[in-house]
């Protein structure tokens, strides 16, 4: 989110008033009855899958868990658990030092009353967010390493309870772990260099290199094999410097291919060095190269105005288009565009979902909110709350019918309870909490509870069992359905009427020069087609195509009750049981897969 331009911010605390909200004994409450704690274990990851018959246009996309659960969220944000963890109360915010609850209580208060209601996935900065505050980096490869314990304990202790985190790498506005100082204080450079010059872009890469890669001080998990994050954001809102709504200058739309350079460069890196990971920009979602969108901006409903976010520098098509990004996601906030008005949230929404639908990728709304400038009940609600009701609505009737929306995010849990709440802030005790936010997520999450397992899905590599065998050492894997290798050699063969993965398997297995193959279970009662050669990256395809790797498994690994690894330990093939391997059980709800 942008914070308030200071004219307006100024006008805003003028008209603010009202009693302080008082802090409330944390319970966490009984889930409801039926609840599946397995939902979303593993890592999440994008899918897809023809919902009528063979090929015939009809298609969805989703979220899926390693169980091969489809994955759907009702979230959170709240941009300061670092520095709450951080344990300094001058990290903090000034409206949150003074709260009843601060440093690791003030993050474990969060992550009880977002369980208690129902939520599973939060959003923060995993970055420091003022240079006098607390900063993640005192320059390029300088980290504050007490910092990054914190960040380490908050992303244990979130993995301890089960919930999901999507972080991002750093902020696009004036402040600590921004870009500006990356710019002006480690570069000595201007900001809107941070796009375009090679040694500050470099200097990035090794940042998320050092991230990704970090070994977590708590659990001992490396970043990317933590399975606790859902996705990382590229960065909070990456836009050009030129913030023309804020008395900033006139942009080019030139600009907006600079930052769609600097998105395709980072995440390709991102992916490299994270491939278990998904990745997604950060950004509010506006439109300058894709001209038949412009009439969705918010400035197109002003007349006579400078076409501000046409110009500042992003394109949500043109962002969203590349291979190394997962899913869509954008931000809305009608307040600060000065369109304080539910029909503009509701537009955004469904004019973006419509984009999803067509490049076939999930889609999240990643914050929304609504100012509420008095801290009165009475207010929030006949104010803040008819904005919330008409987000979660919209929400329903597009996950309902199948549409690409698959998660939202408010904006923004105010956990600090001594003091008022800010203008975005929403606590436990307010009715967007009680009567909106908290029956909606758990509606979400039984939801989810009732769903069956996804048809065509591979379960995650991460549990036993999951690749497929084809005697010997050989083994074969998938990153799932719907995705295919980058660029794939010439088909050496096509076997048809292969009812199992593992008929292609043997089919590929004959073939010498065989080391991959593409396969599809509902073209001609199963289809495969062998390939000599293949990249390893992968794009997302339609149709229900997948493909299939050769590899060869490493040696036995001391897994308890696993016979082969592969070469990163994670186990590919249980032991045997009275001289058969255990066999995979399905049910309604989950793969039951056990070694041991």
Known sequence: MRVLPLTLLAAVLLLAGGVSGQK???????????????????????????????????????????????????????????????????????????????????????FDSAESAGMKVGR??????????????????DYNEDALQALDWVIAEAGRRGLKLIMTFADN????????????????????????????????????????????????????DDPTIFSWNLMNEPRCDCQIQFGGPFCELSCAKLVNDWIAEISTHLKQQDPNHMAVVGEEGFYS????????????????????????????????????????????????????????????????????????????????????????????ASIRDPFMRAMYKQFNSIRGGGGPLKGVAFWEFDAANHTKPGVYGIRPTHSTWTDIIRPMSWWVRQEIDRLPVLKNCVPGKERSMDAVFAGGKSYY?????????????????????????????????????????????????????????????????KGGWQTFYKNEAAEECDVEGCALCDAQGICIRCKEKDGKLPAKIWNKKKLVVECA
């Open 289 to 380: 190269l894709s001209p038949w969108k412009h009439w969705v901006n918010p400035d197109a409903f002003f007349s006579g105005g400078a076409p501000w976010s046409q110009r500042a520098g992003q394109d949500f098509v043109e962002n969203h288009r590349h291979k190394s990004i997962d899913y869509l996601s954008v931000h809305t906030w009608p307040d600060n565009w000065g369109l304080p008005e539910v029909w503009f949230q509701e537009t955004w929404v469904r004019e973006h979902t419509n984009d999803a639908w067509w490049m076939n990728k999930p889609f999240v709304v990643e914050e929304f909110g609504k100012i509420v400038v008095e801290d009165d009940d009475v207010d929030r």
């Open 173 to 224: 506005w004036k402040d600590g772990d921004s870009r500006s100082h990356w710019t002006v204080d480690f570069f000595g450079k201007e900001p809107m260099d941070f796009f375009t010059d090679a040694k500050i872009i470099d200097a990035y890469k090794e940042h998320i290199t050092t991230m990704v890669t970090r070994t977590n001080t708590v659990n001992g998990i490396k970043y990317k």
């Open 24 to 110: 409330k004994k944390s319970t966490k409450k009984k889930e409801p009855e039926g609840f599946a704690e397995t939902i979303g274990e593993g890592f999440v990851r994008v899918g897809g899958l023809s919902t009528i018959g063979d090929n015939d246009g009809s298609y969805q996309i989703y979220f899926a868990d390693r169980n091969c659960r489809e994955f759907r969220f009702s979230g959170w944000n709240n941009w300061e658990m670092v520095e709450a963890a951080y344990g300094k109360a001058s990290a903090l915010h000034p409206d949150k030092r003074d709260s009843v609850e601060n440093g690791r209580e003030l993050v474990h208060y969060i």
């Open 124 to 141: 923060f900065f995993g970055h420091g967010h003022g240079r006098k505050k607390m900063t993640l980096l005192n320059g390029p490869g």
């Open 477 to 541: 894997t998938t990153p799932g359905v719907n995705l295919l290798a980058s660029w794939e050699g010439e088909t050496i063969g096509k076997a048809l009427s292969k009812k199992s993965i593992k008929q292609c398997v043997a089919a590929c297995e004959k073939e010498a020069s065989c080391t991959m193959f593409r396969y599809n279970s509902g073209l001609n009662k199963g289809t495969c087609e062998l390939k000599a050669e293949g990249g390893k990256d992968f794009s997302f395809s």
